[in-house]
């Protein structure tokens, strides 16, 4: 397949690629870029494991394509903690620590990038709006109670 250019800032490092067309964010965060935090559950837009940040707006990256970044801004959830991985954790890596807002550990990235967005986006005024506004992510363990928690906890 033929390679076109894409610039896009990634965790604050603006990177100048070559794709195929077909290829989506998902794939080339993973398989190019080596940012496996951004996990791949279903790959067609129904659990939310592959949940990122596109200019601040939450996106499943399976269903979005690399291409479509051009110019953008991408945040995973390697680029969430201040300073970089060796930095300080977000406080809502921290508050699902604190709330054992997980279990087995493969949804959370995605369920903390929406979290996140649940509360910048003012989808967290209480515990309903938040499981409407996180719906879109599926946990096979059954920690939603305590990822609601996590939320209202940060929203404080
Ligand atoms: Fe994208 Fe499931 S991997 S929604």
Redesign the pocket.
Known sequence: FEQIPLKVEINGAMQQLKIEPRVTL?DLLREQLNLTGT?????????????VHVDGQRV????TLAMTTDGCKVTTIEGLAEGGPEGKLHPMQEAFIKHDGFQCGYCTP?QIMSAVACIREGHAKNPDEIREYMS?NICRCGAYSNIVDAIMDVKQ
């Not at 996990?39 to 949940?51: E, I, R, V, W």
């Open positions: 998902l996990k791949k559950g279903c790959d067609y837009g129904q659990c939310g494991a592959c949940t499943n990256a399976c269903l995605g879109g």
